[in-house]
């Protein structure tokens, strides 16, 4: 079976992490590379981060990491979202590092800094080059963050969207938020990204919203059966978990005790076998950039009720549930095989 090749774009973080490490170990990706942007913690940091993750899986030389974007498109004029981006002065900062009870937490304290260096092109202007130079509808794409980067890709140079196959979106929620009651935190970081995006005609926009990395909670014994298979990459693995079982139970409560999602490593299992997600709607969606309490809130028309005459024409896929047990197979498989 050929290799997907996938860009990964990503804002790590915890679960961004548990993704790059199932991606590049698995036997069905090829990475091609790794994108960073503003998200969880400003772009500094997540760099910082994602090279931590990259140096620890050894694989610097084939798989680059290039910075992304550090604002978002307009979510920060005239502070219009304090505390983005997420750095030094993040308000809860020394609070979240010395409590142990964070989601993310600043820097992945489990890895020594960084010793290995990022690209030097930024991430628009690599995209832009790796996407031309690609054949079309060959490259997956796999945001899980804020998409401003692909944004302005999108923007800068729109022959690149006839190169993707696919974009496989950790992000948005079905009257669900995180963030806000009913915005989840990449969209709601830049929303305005995140409708250019799917409005740039861009073929199959899968979205992987918290209704199904929800559904495909992990729990502690899942962390342990993770680690049992005895390698570095499972012990961190093992560890990212914990911590977000920790973090989650202290800020945001999942319906399963000692359980917290994981995110964004449900985009890369979807990639092994697409039935891990369920649910799935082929539907119009849009986002809401209005700047009320609803901005950012993703709006999905799934809705039987709605106005047939006010129907648009789906432009993307959603999926609303998911299979934890195959979830939890599957990233124990991508663990197994690369021992
Ligand atoms: O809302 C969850 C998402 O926000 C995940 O991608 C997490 O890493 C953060 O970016
Ligand atoms: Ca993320």
């Not at 991606?23 to 760099?47: F, H, W």
């Not at 992987?208 to 899942?222: E, F, G, Q, R």
């Given at each position: 079976m050929d290799k997907r090749k996938v860009i990964l774009d990503v804002d790590t973080g915890s679960d961004d992490a548990v993704a790059i490490i199932s991606a590049v170990l698995s036997k069905n990706i090829e990475v091609l590379g790794i994108a960073?942007?503003?998200?969880?913690?400003?772009?500094?940091?997540?760099t910082e981060n994602t090279l931590r993750v990259v140096e620890m899986l050894g694989v610097s030389e084939t798989v680059p990491v290039v910075r992304g974007c550090a604002y978002p498109l307009?979510?920060?004029?005239?502070?219009?979202?304090?505390?983005?981006?997420?750095?030094?002065?993040?308000?809860?900062?020394?609070?979240?590092?010395?409590?142990?009870k964070s989601i993310h937490g600043d820097f992945l304290d489990m890895f020594p800094p960084s010793t290995i260096k990022e690209a030097n092109l930024n991430a628009v202007s690599w995209y832009i080059k790796t996407l031309m130079a690609a054949e079309d509808e060959s490259i997956t794409l796999i945001p899980v963050g804020p998409l401003t980067n692909l944004a302005h890709v999108f923007q800068v140079e729109p022959r690149t969207v006839k190169k993707v196959k696919e974009i496989i979106y950790m992000g948005g929620g079905h009257l669900l938020g995180n963030t806000?009651?009913?915005?989840?935190?990449?969209?709601?970081?830049?929303?305005?990204?995140?409708?250019?995006?799917?409005?740039?005609?861009?073929?199959?926009?899968?979205?992987?919203?918290?209704?199904?990395?929800?559904?495909?909670?992990?729990?502690?014994?899942?962390?342990?059966?993770?680690?049992?298979?005895?390698t570095k990459p499972a012990e961190v693995v093992a560890e990212l978990i914990e911590q977000r079982i920790i973090g989650y139970s202290n800020y945001q409560k999942v319906e399963a005790p000692d359980a917290a999602p994981i995110h964004d490593a449900l985009c890369i299992a979807a990639i092994h076998d697409p039935s891990v997600l369920t649910d799935i709607h082929h539907c119009y969606a849009e986002v809401d950039c209005g700047g009320s309490s609803c901005d950012g809130e993703t709006i999905f028309d799934i809705n039987p009720g709605s106005f047939e005459y006010d129907k648009k024409t789906p432009n993307s896929y959603v999926a609303l549930g998911a299979d934890r047990e195959k979830f939890v197979n599957i990233l124990v498989g991508i663990l197994e095989g690369a021992k």
């Amino acid at each position: 079976m050929d290799k997907r090749k996938v860009i990964l774009d990503v804002d790590t973080g915890s679960d961004d992490a548990v993704a790059i490490i199932s991606a590049v170990l698995s036997k069905n990706i090829e990475v091609l590379g790794i994108a960073t942007v503003n998200g969880n913690r400003c772009v500094e940091y997540t760099t910082e981060n994602t090279l931590r993750v990259v140096e620890m899986l050894g694989v610097s030389e084939t798989v680059p990491v290039v910075r992304g974007c550090a604002y978002p498109l307009v979510a920060t004029i005239k502070r219009k979202k304090p505390g983005i981006p997420r750095g030094h002065y993040y308000q809860h900062a020394e609070e979240y590092k010395t409590s142990g009870k964070s989601i993310h937490g600043d820097f992945l304290d489990m890895f020594p800094p960084s010793t290995i260096k990022e690209a030097n092109l930024n991430a628009v202007s690599w995209y832009i080059k790796t996407l031309m130079a690609a054949e079309d509808e060959s490259i997956t794409l796999i945001p899980v963050g804020p998409l401003t980067n692909l944004a302005h890709v999108f923007q800068v140079e729109p022959r690149t969207v006839k190169k993707v196959k696919e974009i496989i979106y950790m992000g948005g929620g079905h009257l669900l938020g995180n963030t806000r009651p009913a915005a989840e935190y990449n969209v709601w970081v830049d929303p305005e990204a995140a409708q250019i995006v799917l409005e740039s005609g861009v073929r199959n926009f899968i979205w992987v919203p918290l209704n199904a990395t929800h559904a495909a909670y992990l729990t502690k014994s899942d962390a342990e059966r993770i680690r049992s298979i005895g390698t570095k990459p499972a012990e961190v693995v093992a560890e990212l978990i914990e911590q977000r079982i920790i973090g989650y139970s202290n800020y945001q409560k999942v319906e399963a005790p000692d359980a917290a999602p994981i995110h964004d490593a449900l985009c890369i299992a979807a990639i092994h076998d697409p039935s891990v997600l369920t649910d799935i709607h082929h539907c119009y969606a849009e986002v809401d950039c209005g700047g009320s309490s609803c901005d950012g809130e993703t709006i999905f028309d799934i809705n039987p009720g709605s106005f047939e005459y006010d129907k648009k024409t789906p432009n993307s896929y959603v999926a609303l549930g998911a299979d934890r047990e195959k979830f939890v197979n599957i990233l124990v498989g991508i663990l197994e095989g690369a021992k």
